[in-house]
């Protein structure tokens, strides 16, 4: 594998205006149940003040994919650039990765009997093209990276977020910079 | 562990070979894996504009393959919207497609049985024509019937909707607007209008007060520019009774007791005169009674009566005070939701004197910022149409005969109280009251008592369920039309991307069908136009003066992209106000005329009752524009149901638990659902977010008197309405 692409989500910057989760069903016209990329509110009680800040995820196209591990039909393929790809035609909707993945981004299709996923919009990159939740997002929170440690050297890049599974099991390829509080006067 | 995988693998094989007699991959328009190809020979691209009810009015590019709408975009010539959409806009293919759309004319009989059937357009227009012949000839004038038309589609050739009223003769209307009238009235009575800095130059601004304002969720493309000035050090307060998206950003957040924000804007003014942080020399130079308010302040305003009163600590209020004064240019955003009391355009007044007091009005990264109406100049072709000869109308106050307005921010009552002619018979366009007026029981009594209600829709929503015929309307991808914004300053064409779907049409469309059947039934009694293309239709909205607000000489070429009219970038940068005197009147006689204080001087808000002492807040949704958008399966996967968010200190109070349903209730009506504890709201304050959810009959409006707000009147016939002045107790459910 040459490189690793990957997400960078900024809570500092996201508002949770579910732009992405949109352009996404919009731009592979997605049945109505499965959310291949999906926000995802941080708990309140999390904070010192109460507050709505949020992250995005899709599939995080794993260095090491619990999902292509399990897939009985070898349904999943790593290109690459790093990218985790999903056929619909080799899956026969087992759901082993849906069970595998701790991120809960394989989604189940109830109508088409399948599983689907981000696939990290492959066709718009080999265009030299932004996936479409990247290109969708008006304030810049989620941009499409190359991990490497040149990233993670960076101040403020998480490999994680409270809440989250522990990085350790699949070496997910998604970085955060965490959400920043600003000052509240309130009535409680 | 390996049996049962090979089990349940044995299962999952099964699965497969029943699904070969259905594969569902061929029978899709686009395989999930593989992205619809803009580069396709035979993928066309249109230029349409979302014409919903919203600041942003996004320039939206729409591919089409094979007369199917594929996919859609945001246009990247647009320069407010950027190339990008919401969340709503980029769910728009579901609302096209979605199969609860009303696909052809129908009648339920009885009414409100849910008994509907299919009719040919022919059959819907001859009884819809016969109605209105017969009611013509009962009362001696189209006056029975009453048109209730507002936001649902702002395109400007959807006034062809009124234009369809005006063409059967004198009609009965609901006049106002249940948005923001308030707002309007006090921008008007100060500046002479209502008109805010382009959106694009708050990035030069160094001081950003949202006022009532969640851009996170009603105006997302704006925050962009808000970033721009706060990466070059502007500091983003936002003033707001609920921690909103756009709140968990800010610097400082102020949660301010509701309907308590002109106590706020003036406990700052007396700090700012009394630092002589006072712009002497602009409020004098450009407005009248300016000294009167300033004396006012120092006689009657304390910043220990300003904290008391808003809940805000007085170093607070000197904080941001100062701020506001001193960082120039500095702006401040009024938004809606803050002027929905019956103290709210009042409030909105006192807000408009502090930017006076600043001199932060007329200024590049200033502004009392509301909205506008500057690029609205249409000819509004669509909407004007002589009475038919000898038609009867309703003689008004002012001795000229005409049509019978009445008070669409008190619709139920109002068209029950019409007895010289009643209203008998309804035509609702691009409105909902179902969902969205004040006290749902009223209006769901005033549509029982209707002889004979006419909807166009394309959902069969609440105001449908209560209709005998529903004609199927055309979304914005199967007309032409044109969009202005109330917010920025872009103008673009709508294009006709796909054909109408199943038997749709547009309002335009149906007055054309109707004029041909009026006139064939009764010779002379419509005077609708019964042709032109739906594009012919579009182009005569043009005139010499918008084109040249946009700098082209031919609407066509809005068809290579949206323009941007040709305005400076600050409001009232010129000085000239367009008030009577021509200054900024801060001491205003046509507000005393109306009965209104003439000063910007406090006005108490509306006190909860004794037996309801909880305040219920209905702000706008993420998800949905009013009662569009949730309904769709897209939405409702990703917000399968509505909430009430209730501090935890209340629900204690209650003994209620995360989760619980909760019954809100008041002598008027009750709705009960589910709660999330959150302290984004404050103990006395419970929020939900009015929508319409499929399958639900959710509707935060059955508590809600048609209270109204103190302003609107002057500029948009009707006093708004007082949403956020609703008084409620809950309980367990």
């Known amino acids: ?188 | 562990m390996k049996l049962s995988r090979r089990k349940f693998l044995g299962g999952a094989a099964a699965a497969v070979s029943s699904l070969t007699l259905f594969n569902f991959n061929l029978l899709t328009n686009s395989p999930p894996a593989s992205a619809s190809d803009p580069t396709s020979e035979t993928m066309k691209t249109f230029r349409n504009v979302c014409p919903r009810n919203c600041y942003d009015t996004c320039g939206m590019i729409t591919y089409v393959q094979d007369g199917i709408l594929k996919k859609v975009e945001g246009d990247p010539k647009h320069g407010y919207t950027n190339g990008k959409l919401c969340l709503k806009g980029y769910a728009y293919p579901r609302r096209v497609y979605s199969p609860d759309r009303i696909k052809y004319p129908m009648k339920q009989s009885p009414r409100g049985s849910g008994n509907w059937t299919r009719i040919s357009w022919d059959e819907a227009m001859d009884t819809i024509s016969k109605k209105i012949l017969d009611l013509k000839k009962r009362y001696g004038s189209t006056l029975p019937i009453c048109l209730d038309k507002y936001s649902g589609n702002f395109g400007i050739v959807h006034y062809g909707i009124e234009g369809t009223m005006s063409s059967l003769g004198y009609t009965t209307r609901a006049l106002g607007t249940p948005c923001w009238p308030a707002g309007i009235d006090a921008q008007t009575y100060d500046f002479g209008t209502l008109y805010n800095n382009d959106p694009e130059d708050m990035v030069n601004a160094n001081y950003i007060i949202l006022w009532g304002q969640n851009a996170a969720w009603t105006a997302i493309h704006s925050i962009p520019f808000i970033n721009k000035a706060r990466e070059r050090g502007a500091k983003l307060v936002v003033i707001d009774p609920i921690v909103t998206s756009t709140a968990s950003k800010a610097d400082l957040y102020i949660q301010v007791n509701p309907s308590t924000d002109g106590a706020l804007a003036l406990g700052m003014a007396r700090y700012i005169i009394d630092n002589n942080w006072v712009d002497w020399e602009y409020g004098r130079a450009n407005s009248v009674g300016f000294d009167e308010w300033v004396d006012y302040i120092k006689k009657s305003i304390t910043l220990d009566w300003a904290s008391e009163k808003t809940g805000v600590p007085k170093d607070i209020i000197m904080e941001i005070a100062r701020e506001y004064a001193t960082t120039k240019p500095a702006s401040m955003w009024v938004g809606y939701g803050m002027q929905r009391h019956v103290n709210g355009g009042q409030n909105v007044r006192i807000i408009d004197a502090l930017g006076v007091l600043t001199g932060n009005v007329g200024k590049s990264g200033g502004g009392v910022n509301y909205g506008h109406l500057e690029t609205w100049g249409f000819n509004y072709n669509a909407m004007i149409n002589p009475a038919p000869k000898g038609s009867k109308g309703f003689i008004g106050p002012d001795g000229k005969e005409g049509d019978r307005n009445i008070n669409m921010n008190n619709f139920a009552h109002d068209v029950t109280a019409q007895s010289d002619p009643p209203v008998k018979m309804l035509w609702l366009a691009c409105r909902n009251p179902g969902a969205q007026d004040p006290d749902t029981h009223a209006i769901e009594k005033m549509f029982a008592s209707m002889e004979f209600v006419v909807t166009v829709d394309s959902f069969f929503n609440k105001t449908v369920e209560m209709s005998d015929i529903v004609l199927p309307a055309t979304t914005h991808f199967e007309d032409w039309d044109v969009m202005a914004s109330y917010w920025h300053y872009w103008v673009g064409i709508n294009q006709r991307a796909i054909e109408p779907l199943y038997e749709s049409k547009s309002d335009v469309e149906i007055a054309i069908e109707l004029s041909k059947k009026m006139n064939k039934l009764e010779p002379g009694s419509c005077t609708f136009p019964t042709s032109g293309t739906p594009e012919e239709w579009l182009a005569k909205e043009f005139n010499p003066g918008i084109l040249k607000m946009l700098g082209i000489k031919d609407y066509k070429e809005l068809i290579d992209g949206p323009r941007k009219a040709n305005m400076p970038s600050a409001a009232w940068s010129d000085g000239k106000f367009r008030t009577p005197s021509k200054k900024i009147e801060i001491h205003c006689e046509l507000a005393a005329k109306n009965g209104l204080p003439a000063l910007p001087i406090w006005v108490e808000e509306m006190k909860s009752p004794v037996k309801y002492p909880i305040r219920f807040i209905t702000p706008h949704p993420q998800h949905a524009l009013h009662s569009q958008f949730q309904n769709l399966d897209w939405m409702m996967t990703t917000n399968p149901e509505p909430k009430v968010e209730i501090h935890p200190v209340l629900a204690a109070q209650y003994g209620i638990a995360e989760g619980n349903m909760v019954k809100i209730y008041n002598d008027l009506g009750s709705i009960t659902v589910k709660d999330h504890l959150t302290r984004t709201t404050s103990p006395n304050v419970v929020v939900s977010y009015e929508s319409w959810y499929k399958n639900s009959n959710f509707n935060v409006n059955y508590t809600l008197k048609a209270t109204p707000s103190d302003m609107g009147k002057q500029a948009t016939g009707n006093n708004g309405v007082a949403f956020h002045d609703n008084f409620v107790m809950i309980e367990y459910g």
């Not at chain 1, 993670?152 to 989250?164: A, E, I, N, R, S």
């Open chain 1, 1 to 188: 594998m040459s490189k690793q692409l990957g997400f960078l989500h900024n809570s500092e910057k996201c508002v949770g205006c579910r732009g992405c989760e949109m352009a996404c069903k919009n731009e592979y016209q997605i049945d109505a149940t499965p959310q291949w990329r999906k926000v995802f509110q941080l708990r309140e009680e999390d904070f010192s003040l109460p507050t709505r800040m949020f992250f995005s995820m899709a599939c995080n196209h794993c260095a090491h994919p619990e999902c292509l591990r399990v897939c009985p039909v070898e349904a999943y393929t790593k290109r690459d650039d790093g990218i985790v790809v999903h056929d619909p035609n080799r899956c026969i909707g087992c759901r082993l990765c849906t069970m595998a993945c701790p991120y809960d981004r394989p989604q189940f299709n109830p109508v088409k009997k399948k599983v689907e996923k981000c696939n990290l919009c492959y066709q718009r990159i080999d265009k030299g093209e932004k996936p479409a939740c990247v290109a969708a997002c008006i304030l810049g929170a989620l941009e499409l990276v190359e991990i490497n440690d040149s990233l993670d050297q960076k101040t403020g890049v998480l490999k994680t977020l409270p809440g989250l599974p522990s990085p350790k099991i699949t070496t997910p390829s998604i970085r955060f910079i965490g959400p920043k509080q600003g000052k509240q006067i309130r009535r409680d």
